[in-house]
């Protein structure tokens, strides 16, 4: 009976019947619409929290939350592009946009000298409004040897991989990224507009071209309650 239960809030939860921010029926309301008992209720409430649908806090009730984005992990896609599969419109807040010079690190994976002229990207990714990731990207020489310097208004109004496209003639075709997980500073909950302690997910990301050259390189800070990630398996 739980997961029938679960399944119906389920359904009402996805056409909109209960949106992000709603309330749904209490334990006591599932037990007397359903007539089952507390034990049961409280399982189909459970197993909606687990999934991500909805947060539960004493005092508050069962609370519907923002669905999260998936992305798949074996396709290289813009933050645009996976906002826009999913019905979402996305925009971005730049903080800053500088020449600097490469650390050793960021270096290595754009296989350039230390200290080479690297253009350091940070900006507030937002979908709907409201702000999903941080981005700090570096570009390689390649990307602005020619094209020069994107302005804050090529970084606010669209994609980066669109510029890096359109404007420097520098398509990315491929790359490879490390995700790890861990808990948002002060400074990052606040530009997220999370509560600490708040999870999120950090992705580290090389992009390169055709010919194998690295384009870019990013640290990705998701928020963990809105973004998930996927990732196709098969058994050997």
């Known amino acids: 009976m739980w997961s029938q239960i679960a399944e119906r809030l389920r359904r009402a939860i996805e056409d909109g019947t209960f949106r992000p921010g709603q309330t749904l029926p209490g334990e006591a309301e599932l037990n007397r619409r359903?007539?089952?008992?507390?034990?049961t209720s409280r399982a189909a409430l459970d197993f909606l929290e687990t999934e991500g649908l909805i947060s539960r806090k004493s005092g508050r009730g069962s609370i519907v939350i923002e669905?999260?984005?998936?992305?798949p992990l074996n396709r290289l896609s813009s933050f645009s592009e996976d906002m826009r599969a999913r019905g979402l419109n996305p925009s971005y807040r730049t903080i800053s946009s500088q020449l600097t010079l490469a650390h050793p690190s960021v270096a290595s994976e754009?296989?350039?000298?230390?200290?080479?002229?690297?253009?350091e990207i940070e900006r507030v990714l937002l979908a709907d409004l409201s702000p999903m990731?941080?981005?700090?990207?570096y570009l390689a020489p390649v990307a602005f040897e020619r094209a020069?310097?994107?302005?804050?208004?090529?970084?606010?109004?669209g994609s980066l991989y669109n510029w890096l496209q359109e404007t420097a003639g520098v398509a990315l075709t491929g790359g490879h990224e490390r995700i790890e997980a861990t808990i948002a500073d002060t400074n990052l909950a606040q530009t997220l507009g999370l509560?600490?302690?708040?999870?999120?997910?950090?992705?580290?990301r090389t992009s390169w071209t055709s010919?194998?050259?690295p384009?870019?390189?990013?640290?990705?800070?998701?928020?963990?309650?809105?973004?998930?990630?996927?990732?196709?398996?098969?058994?050997?």
């Not at 754009?110 to 253009?119: A, R, T």
């Not at 990731?133 to 990207?137: C, K, P, Y």
């Open 211 to 213: 010919a194998k050259q």
């Open 67 to 71: 669905p999260r984005v998936e992305r």
């Open 133 to 137: 990731a941080t981005s700090r990207t």
């Open 110 to 119: 754009l296989k350039i000298s230390p200290n080479s002229p690297v253009l």
């Open 148 to 157: 020069g310097l994107p302005t804050i208004a090529n970084l606010d109004e």
């Open 215 to 236: 384009v870019e390189y990013v640290v990705l800070h998701y928020r963990a309650d809105r973004y998930s990630f996927q990732v196709g398996l098969a058994r050997s």
């Open 195 to 204: 509560k600490r302690p708040a999870a999120i997910l950090v992705c580290h």
């Open 34 to 39: 359903f007539g089952v008992s507390r034990t």
